[in-house]
């Protein structure tokens, strides 16, 4: 997935290796993150298979490499903005590449987003069907923790799908942080 958020990075200008991490942890850094340990790997392996550019600048002693995505580069990031995503990678990855969709037609990007619902929505039902079955047992060996546990994911599952419903329509930000803010 790194390569493709790099990529999404690099798409319209050129940056250096710290530029492209100060933009990730600025931009996808909530949930996704990156080390200079996975970046520079990554861009160099960019740059062997053609997906990025490299020019290297000198100023004074010092050279800075700045990194563009190639023609091939781009279309690579488009085709994998467009492919649904693997939901069996688990985590909020999808977001990295949600944080994207912009670069996508909007039929496009309403599709996939529909997807994504479904997929919570099924999810959702599936943590109620475990909420039901756990309440109606009397079990020891079923704490507050794991009750707790189960609890967070209902929550924030019913979060994304609401989430997920609220961008699919494009409704305004303020209106939905509004809303979020008065239920607290």
Known sequence: MLDYIVLGMIFDEPLTGYDIKKYINAGVGNFYRVSHGNLYPTLKRLTDKKLALLD???YGNRVKKYYTASN???????NWLATPFDFSLGGSAFLAKIYFFGRLPEESCK???????????????????IEKSVLME?????????????????????????????IIEK?????????????K
Not at 138 to 166: C, P
């Open 56 to 58: 290297e600048q000198i």
């Open 72 to 78: 091939v580069g781009k279309k690579e990031f488009m």
């Open 111 to 129: 599709k996939q987003l529909a997807e994504y619902e479904m997929h919570y929505r099924q999810s959702l039902q599936k943590l109620q069907e």
């Open 138 to 166: 009397e079990d020891v060996t079923i704490d507050y923790f794991m009750k707790s546990t189960l609890y967070f994911g209902i929550r924030n599952t019913q979060n994304a799908i609401e989430w997920l419903s609220h």
């Open 171 to 183: 409704k305004s930000l303020p209106e939905f942080i509004g809303n979020i803010s008065e239920e």
